[in-house]
């Protein structure tokens, strides 16, 4: 069993949807990192959590530490937003390895 | 400030090869890491290096691989005698020392794609 699972693996919708992904992960961390990598592979970090809630534009990432959970929430979705969103998990101190969940590939649609 | 540099972007070798990756850390950044994604695959961490130092090395293949951050210049993944299966994309990220708001965040290079033909 992988330490971080993600889900769903794919999703579709369509522009204007409201979406979530969910992360859950299976060891103490320290943080949470969700990733987005776009179709010509550059990776952008999105948001840092170690608790509560974070929100960005469009953008909601939510952490649950005593259920080992996160969420990333994607108002109004976009067809721009059409990438592979990556959540990550920090188990060490502040500067440590990340172990990676396998990846949503999510398509917006017009 | 510019972002963490990698070269090549892409790199083709013929196996038996060597490969080096470099990676250049965003200006004051001491800490630099290296994943790999292989083909529809997740990323994997590989080693965290400092400045002279290997931290981190539980995810390096234990043969053919290694890894430095001198005290001047990029940081060097190193790929000797290459296989097939190390045709993946690697990338490079680094984070700042200590203090400051970014101290845990870490930043990714663009990946340099590495085709083992």
């Known amino acids: 069993k992988n330490e971080v699972e993600q889900s769903p693996q794919n999703l579709t919708a369509q522009e204007g949807e409201f979406i979530t992904i969910n992360c859950s992960y299976s060891?103490?961390?320290?943080?949470l990192h969700w990733l987005q990598q776009h179709p010509g592979g550059g990776i952008v970090s999105l948001f840092m959590?170690?608790?509560g809630k974070k929100k960005h534009g469009r953008l909601i990432a939510t952490i649950n530490i005593q259920e080992k959970h996160s969420s990333l929430h994607i108002t109004a979705s976009h067809p721009r937003d059409s990438a592979v969103y990556i959540c990550?998990?920090?188990?060490?101190?502040?500067?440590?390895?990340?172990?990676f969940g396998t990846g949503t590939r999510l398509q917006v649609t017009l | 400030n510019a972002g963490v540099m990698q070269n090549p972007r892409h790199l083709v070798r013929r196996r038996g090869q060597e490969a080096r990756l470099r990676c250049s850390p965003m200006?004051?950044?001491?800490?630099v890491y290296w994943y790999r994604q292989l083909p529809e695959e997740g990323l994997k961490f590989m080693v965290y290096?400092?400045?002279?130092?290997?931290?981190?090395e539980s995810g390096m293949p234990k043969e053919r691989f290694s890894a430095e951050f001198p005290k001047e210049g990029p940081s060097i993944l190193r790929i000797q005698q290459v296989v097939r299966g190390d045709s993946a994309a690697y990338f490079c990220?680094?984070?700042?020392?200590?203090?400051?708001?970014?101290?845990?965040?870490?930043?990714f290079g663009p990946g340099t794609r590495l085709t083992v033909l």
């Open positions: 990220a680094s984070s700042p020392f200590a203090g400051g708001p970014f101290v845990n965040e870490q930043f």
């Open positions: 060891v103490g961390i320290s943080a």
């Open positions: 959590l170690s608790s």
């Open positions: 990550a998990v920090r188990e060490g101190g502040t500067a440590s390895k990340l172990t």
């Open positions: 200006k004051g950044h001491s800490h």
């Open positions: 290096l400092q400045k002279e130092n290997i931290i981190d």
